[in-house]
C-alpha cells in the first residue's frame, strides 16, 4: 500500500477503507499570510483572481506537505452571488457579510437562473481547473463552501434566522429550502470542475447557536438532501462543542465529519460514529497551531492519531497569521508516528 497516492489515501480514509497511514490536510481555512508574500498572492486579491487563488492554495500544499489542495479562503461566495454585500477583509481577515437580502420577510426570494455566472463562483470554478492542471490527477482537491444552514443565515441575518426558528417556523423551513438548493448547485459545480471533495463549513449549525432538538428537526433533513444530492465525498465542519449533536451529524450522510477541539476525547467521539461517518480533525487552529511551540503540535498530532482520527487536520480555519513552520509541524507529527 505504500505505492498509494494522496487522492487515493484521503477518499480512502474518509470512506472508510483501509489506508497505509492517516493523510493530513486542511479540509478548512488553508491561506496563511507567510505563503501570500511567499508566492505574491495576497487577501484580499487572492479571494477574486483565480489564478492567485490556485496558487496561494497549492503553495500550502506544497510548501507545507498537507496532503490536499483546499480553496477558497471563506465562507461568502455563494452568500455574495445571492444577493448578500460582502467587506472583502484584509491580508489576515477574512471576508464577511456585512447586509443581508431577506431581513424582514422572503418577499422576491428567488434563484438566479444564473447563479454560477454570479459573484465570484466562476473564479473559484476556474481555480479549480487551474489547480488540477498543476498538482496533476494524483493530488486530491478539496472545494470549501457554507453549508445551507450558514447560508439560510447570511441571506436573512442570524439575528433573523434565530426569531423565525421561535415565531415564524414556515419562514425558516422557507429560507433553508432555498439555501439547500443553491449549495448542492454550487458544490457540483465544484464537481464538474474537478474538485474530488465538497467539505462544507456550518457554524450557524452549532448548539452555540441552535439546539440540539432544532438540529434533529430542522437542520438535519437538510444537511442529508445536501450530502445525497452533490456527486462526491462529502465532509462537515460545525464549530463548537457538538458533542450534544454529533450522533445527529453521524446521521445527515456525509463520509466526513470534522470537529473542533471542543469535542474532546476523540476515541469517544469514534464511538458515537459507529461506521456512519469518519472523525477528521482535531488539532485546535487558535490554541496550538497559531501559537505553538511545535512540541506541542506534534505531541497532541500523535494522541490524536493514536485515538483514531481518521484524518489529522485542524479543528477549524488556519489562522491566517500561522506560522508555515507550525503547518508543517503536523505533517511531520503524522510521519514520525509512522517511523
Not at 437538510?222 to 457538538?242: A, E, M, P
Request: charge should be negative.
Amino acid at each position: 500500500m505504500s505505492d498509494m497516492t494522496l487522492k487515493e489515501r484521503l477518499l480512502n480514509a474518509l470512506e472508510g477503507k483501509q489506508v497505509d497511514k492517516v493523510p493530513v490536510c486542511s479540509v478548512t481555512q488553508t491561506g496563511i499570510v507567510e505563503l501570500m508574500e511567499e508566492v505574491g498572492a495576497p487577501w484580499p486579491e487572492a479571494h477574486s483572481d483565480p489564478e492567485q487563488m490556485a496558487k496561494l492554495a497549492i503553495a500550502n500544499y506544497e510548501l507545507s506537505g498537507l496532503e490536499a489542495v483546499r480553496i477558497p479562503f471563506c465562507l461568502t461566495v455563494l452568500a455574495e452571488a445571492m444577493g448578500c454585500e460582502i467587506n472583502m477583509g484584509t491580508i489576515n481577515r477574512q471576508p464577511s457579510v456585512i447586509a443581508h437580502p431577506y431581513t424582514k420577510d422572503l418577499e422576491g426570494m428567488e434563484m438566479p437562473e444564473n447563479l454560477l455566472d454570479m459573484g465570484r463562483i466562476q473564479a473559484v470554478l476556474d481555480a479549480i481547473k487551474i489547480i488540477r492542471e498543476r498538482v496533476g490527477p494524483d493530488v486530491p482537491i478539496i472545494g470549501g463552501m457554507e453549508g445551507p444552514v450558514t447560508l439560510a443565515s447570511d441571506l436573512s441575518s442570524v439575528k433573523s434566522f434565530m426569531k423565525w426558528s421561535l415565531k415564524k417556523p414556515e419562514l425558516l423551513e422557507q429560507v433553508l429550502d432555498f439555501a439547500t438548493e443553491a449549495t448542492i448547485a454550487y458544490a457540483n459545480s465544484m464537481v464538474l470542475a474537478g474538485a474530488d471533495i465538497v467539505s462544507i463549513a456550518d457554524p450557524v449549525a452549532s448548539p452555540d447557536l441552535m439546539s440540539p432538538d432544532s438540529f434533529k428537526n430542522v437542520l438535519q433533513s437538510r444537511l442529508q438532501k445536501f450530502s445525497s444530492n452533490v456527486n462526491s465525498v462529502t465532509v462537515l465542519h460545525v464549530c463548537g462543542n457538538v458533542n450534544p449533536i454529533l450522533d445527529y451529524m453521524a446521521d445527515c450522510g456525509f463520509e466526513g465529519l470534522s470537529v473542533e477541539e471542543k469535542v474532546g476525547s476523540i476515541k469517544k467521539a469514534k464511538e458515537v460514529l459507529g461506521d456512519r461517518a469518519r472523525l477528521v480533525g482535531n488539532i485546535s487552529s487558535p490554541f496550538t497551531l497559531l501559537p505553538g511551540p511545535i512540541d506541542k503540535i506534534k505531541e497532541e498530532s500523535k494522541k490524536a492519531i493514536a485515538e483514531g482520527v481518521d484524518v489529522l487536520a485542524p479543528g477549524c480555519g488556519i489562522a491566517p497569521m500561522t506560522p508555515l513552520t507550525h503547518i508543517k509541524a503536523m505533517v511531520e507529527a503524522r510521519d514520525e508516528y509512522y517511523t
